[in-house]
């Protein structure tokens, strides 16, 4: 079992910062990906930030320039920086992960989601 654990969401006026984190845990040999995916009400879930094993990134438009993402590969933690928030980034964002398991699987993984609002 691989287990993923988000932290930092909450409230914040536009124009502030918050930062997300997302631990894996469990059987896991290797983390091939991690990423930050969002949900506003009413809309589809989308894209907000990659990162490979090998510090690759990908970011969606609405995002780059402002948000961050990063991470420890020893502690199989990845964060997501986001500043210059604005009441558009307001949704429920997801953690994902792409494992290989102690046993050889290949499963990609979600986290339960954290809520961030941002006033206007």
């Known amino acids: 079992q691989v287990q993923l654990v988000e932290s930092g969401g909450g409230l914040v006026q536009a124009g502030g910062s918050l930062r997300l984190s997302c631990a894996a845990s469990?059987?896991?040999?290797?983390?091939?990906?991690m990423g930050w995916y969002r949900q506003a009400p009413g809309k589809q879930r989308e894209l907000v930030a990659t990162i490979t094993s090998g510090g690759s990134t990908n970011y969606a438009d609405s995002v780059k320039g402002r948000f961050t993402i990063s991470g420890d590969n020893a502690k199989n933690t990845k964060y997501l920086q986001m500043n210059s928030l604005n009441p558009e980034d307001t949704a429920v964002y997801y953690c994902?992960?792409?494992?290989?398991?102690?046993?050889?699987?290949?499963?990609?993984?979600w986290g339960q989601g954290t809520l961030v609002t941002v006033s206007s």
């Open positions: 994902n992960a792409n494992v290989r398991t102690t046993g050889g699987r290949l499963l990609e993984v």
């Open positions: 469990g059987s896991i040999f290797s983390v091939r990906a």
